[in-house]
């Protein structure tokens, strides 16, 4: 079983800047892509940025030219830099991991496993 820990959240000003970092960690065979999820109350989970282990990054529009997503593979170690935060990023943050068995894109097997979450709140 993987097991994703996340840290990083906290309360901060609107504008302020904060860094989530997520280390997985088990039994881990290929790993895919490593990215963040968010959730608002009332809210459905939504992505907010992906990496692939090839380099490639996705952002959710809201979020492009705020934040910056980064990993290190050595470690499997993801990390979400935010800047110039709004009201309308806070959420609790989720890591996620996807896997994918027997290649990228004719892959027969996927796995997917999620962090605990990390409350983040953007409020003066």
């Known amino acids: 079983q993987v097991q994703l820990v996340e840290s990083g959240g906290g309360l901060v000003q609107p504008g302020g800047s904060l860094r989530l970092s997520c280390t997985a960690a088990?039994?881990?065979?290929?790993?895919?892509?490593m990215g963040w999820y968010r959730q608002a109350p009332e809210n459905q989970r939504e992505l907010v940025a992906t990496t692939t282990t090839g380099g490639n990054k996705n952002y959710a529009d809201s979020v492009k030219g705020r934040f910056t997503i980064s990993r290190a593979n050595a470690n499997n170690t993801v990390y979400l830099e935010m800047n110039s935060l709004s009201p309308e990023d806070t959420a609790v943050y989720y890591c996620h991991l996807e896997e994918r068995l027997g290649g990228t894109y004719y892959y027969t097997d996927t796995r997917e496993f999620w962090g605990r979450g990390t409350q983040v709140t953007v409020s003066l």
């Open positions: 088990g039994s881990i065979f290929s790993i895919y892509s």
